[in-house]
């Protein structure tokens, strides 16, 4: 079974501080794990994802994050956030050793908001 | 951008009409999905494909049906809406183990 869960329904920061986004998860092997954002009235846009290797992922719009299998987390970051960051971020996880299911799990989602 | 189209952007119908939210993607991919999104955010898996001819239910019950007769266009039926079904419908799709999701813009249905 696969799980994730992000522990923030919304976090505040403001416009040129560091932003963290939280997310943990459970697989029962090694995980595939995504970050995705939606903007209002939009659907969900891929940001980066972690399937093996070097365990800092960056991605797009400054974005990265760090996959720490110790603590099973995969927390998402940017190190000067914009106003233009405010958004919801998704986090998901697929357990590889599902066989053939294709399905992510997908967080509840976190609503970003910087202020200016 | 994405290559996944739904349409129609929005919609608002009555109580028992039959409806159908279009879901096209250029991409060639073999697996399609259906996701309902709640106002808390949260998305709720109600249908998928993993190609021709192949239809699963999702993780929420759904008086929704679906087919893909092409596998380009992934179409989803509701035969008689309902205004419990008002929400935000996104269509996704996807090809290898390791790809992430492509999604379209989604339909918002108020349903009166």
């Known amino acids: 079974a696969q799980s994730v869960a992000q522990p923030e329904d919304q976090v505040n920061v403001a416009e040129g501080n560091p932003l963290t986004v939280k997310c943990t998860y459970s697989?029962?092997?090694?995980?595939?794990l995504f970050w995705y954002v939606q903007y209002p009235n939009r659907g969900l846009q891929f940001l980066l994802k972690?399937?093996?290797?070097?365990?800092l992922v960056k991605g797009s719009y400054g974005f990265e994050a760090e996959f720490n299998k110790s603590q099973t987390s995969f927390h998402l970051k940017k190190p000067s956030a914009l106003v233009s960051d405010s958004a919801l971020y998704f986090c998901?996880?697929?357990?590889?050793?599902?066989?053939?299911?294709?399905?992510?799990?997908f967080g509840r989602g976190t609503s970003l908001i910087v202020h200016p | 951008e994405a290559d996944i189209y739904q349409t129609p952007r929005y919609l608002v119908i009555g109580t028992g009409k039959k409806i159908t939210l279009e879901c096209s993607q250029t991409m060639g991919h073999d697996k399609m999905y259906w996701y309902q999104q709640d106002p808390g955010m949260e998305l709720h898996l109600i249908h998928y494909?993993?190609?021709?001819?192949?239809?699963e239910k999702g993780d929420l019950s759904s008086e929704s049906t679906v087919s893909r007769i092409r596998t380009e266009h992934f179409p989803l039926t509701l035969e008689s809406a309902r205004p419990s079904h008002t929400s935000q419908y996104l269509c996704?799709?996807?090809?290898?183990?390791?790809?992430?999701?492509?999604f379209g813009n989604g339909t918002r249905l108020t349903v009166t």
């Open positions: 494909s993993y190609g021709v001819n192949s239809t």
């Open positions: 972690y399937i093996t290797g070097d365990n």
């Open positions: 998901a996880v697929r357990d590889p050793a599902s066989g053939g299911s294709y399905i992510p799990t």
């Open positions: 697989v029962s092997g090694n995980p595939y």
């Open positions: 996704a799709s996807k090809t290898g183990s390791r790809s992430p999701l492509h």
